[in-house]
């Protein structure tokens, strides 16, 4: 894939993120109808205000995020008074079996680094999602092409000179790990976010998927 000037988005910071607010929601309010939804890896809430938008007055929105991030959330609590915020790790969500209608996971599956985290969570999303509803997930990609059909984990260093571990994904890793997990992948697109850091610049890039939740599949 090529890194085009095209797919180059400037990050807003404090705004919503442009892929959530354009293709993302248009994919939300393609498969989503009723019931509660969930911003997970809330953090300040900037994308919170497209999902109070999806559900209008059809269901709850929830901002969740690790207990970490109290800061951050307490602030959007006050933001946005209507949503319900709740705390905790992602691999133990405090949710029902297919309580969910809708779930936004945008830059967080990447943060987890432990073994086996990242397919605990993943069971989590998929226990807490209705079949059917849709998942709208972002996840760091790497900066050049590799053959790998698995995340890897990969040390970056930011402008600053301080260093990272983030789980890394190809497009056939996002395509494989969801798959596995029971989603079907609906699209998967490469975005790329410039910006500056302490005034020196920097350059992310993530995967935009869109999948839904599977359902049973019995073959015999
Ligand atoms: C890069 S921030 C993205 C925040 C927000 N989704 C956005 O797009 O602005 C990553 C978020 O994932 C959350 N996170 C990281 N590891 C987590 C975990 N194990 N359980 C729950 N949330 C986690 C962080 O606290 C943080 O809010």
């Not at 397919?119 to 050049?144: C, G, H, S, T």
């Amino acid at each position: 894939m090529e890194w085009t000037k095209q797919n180059v988005r400037r990050r807003n910071f404090g705004g919503t993120s442009e892929y959530v607010a354009g293709p993302g929601l248009a994919f939300l309010k393609n498969h989503y109808q009723v019931g509660a939804v969930a911003d997970i890896g809330v953090w300040d809430g900037r994308n919170l205000p497209l999902l109070v938008k999806l559900v209008e007055e059809r269901g709850v929105v929830y901002g969740y995020d690790h207990p970490e991030a109290e800061p951050a959330v307490l602030e959007a609590s006050i933001r946005f008074p209507g949503v319900s915020f709740k705390m905790g790790e992602i691999i133990a969500l405090p949710f029902n079996n297919g309580e969910l209608s809708a779930v936004l996971c945008w830059r967080v599956l990447h943060n987890l680094t432990a073994p086996g985290q990242l397919d605990v969570a993943l069971r989590e999303l998929y226990r807490v999602l209705k079949i059917d509803a849709p998942l709208l997930i972002a996840v760091r990609a790497f900066n050049q092409e590799r053959p790998w059909s698995r995340p890897m984990l990969l040390e970056t260093k930011n402008p600053l000179g301080v260093c990272r571990t983030d789980l890394c994904f190809t497009g056939s890793a996002c395509e494989v790990v969801l798959s596995n997990a029971g989603f079907k992948v609906k699209n998967i697109q490469l975005l790329c976010e410039e910006g500056t850091s302490d005034g020196l610049p920097y350059e992310n890039k993530y995967w935009a998927i869109n999948c839904v939740r599977g359902g049973r599949c019995y073959v015999g």
